[in-house]
């Protein structure tokens, strides 16, 4: 089994929608992060969590939200989606190594 | 803007040539990663360097790092057609998990 998990693989919404992304992680890490990917560029962090208490904004955080529910459990939220958020979404962990061990990636559409 | 920045953004080789792809950032880093993707999937880690080496080796890659010019090299040798994918590096600034990744080389090796 994947040691993170990413849920659902693909979503397509309309705007205004509200959306919950899931990831899940089996390797005991602490830290948490969620990513976006536009076509062509590197990744960007929107948020990370060192652990259920510790939540950080990223770069580009305007527009989500997380919840950690769990240690293993990290939830990222677009609360009224819009088209410019379509994008590959990657969530990601790393523990005491600081090696980031990613999730396969949601591929989002907004319309 | 981003940290790190890769150079060149594309690069396409014969197989069994060697791949060089650059990085540079802005900040005081703890350490650098290397991370590969293969077509719009997960990033895999592929080596980390801290901060207080210079070279470090892992099979075929070669990474090196220069804190005073805020670079470092990722190189491939005898490449093979399954190396075909792009190629990020990823920094964080010194204290933080903030990290940020480049947009990346995309390498193309040609059976």
């Known amino acids: 089994d994947a040691d993170v998990t990413q849920t659902p693989r693909n979503r397509i919404t309309k705007t205004g929608k509200r959306i919950m992304l899931e990831c899940s992680q089996t390797?005991?890490?602490?830290?948490m992060y969620w990513y976006r990917q536009d076509p062509g560029l590197g990744l960007r962090l929107i948020y990370y969590s060192f652990d259920v208490k510790d939540i950080n904004k990223g770069e580009i955080s305007d527009g989500y939200s997380v919840s950690r529910q769990a240690q293993a459990k990290f939830s990222l939220s677009l609360e009224s989606a819009i088209p410019n958020q379509t994008a590959l979404y990657f969530c990601a962990t790393s523990g005491p190594a600081d090696t980031q061990y990613f999730g396969p990636g949601t591929r989002l559409t907004v319309l | 803007s981003q940290q790190g920045e890769e150079d060149p953004q594309a690069l396409s080789i014969q197989e069994g040539e060697n791949a060089t792809m650059n990085c540079s950032y802005k900040?005081?880093?703890?350490?650098l990663q290397w991370y590969r993707q293969n077509s719009g999937r997960g990033l895999v880690h592929l080596i980390l360097?801290?901060?207080?080496?210079r070279e470090k080796h892992s099979g075929r890659l070669r990474v090196t790092l220069d804190t005073s010019k805020k670079s470092s090299s990722l190189l491939i040798t005898a490449s093979r057609a399954a190396d075909t994918a792009s190629y990020f590096c990823a920094t964080a600034p010194s204290g933080t998990y903030k990290y940020i990744f480049g947009t990346g080389t995309r390498l193309k090796v040609l059976a």
């Open positions: 390797k005991g890490h602490d830290r």
């Open positions: 360097i801290r901060s207080n080496e």
């Open positions: 900040t005081s880093i703890n350490n």
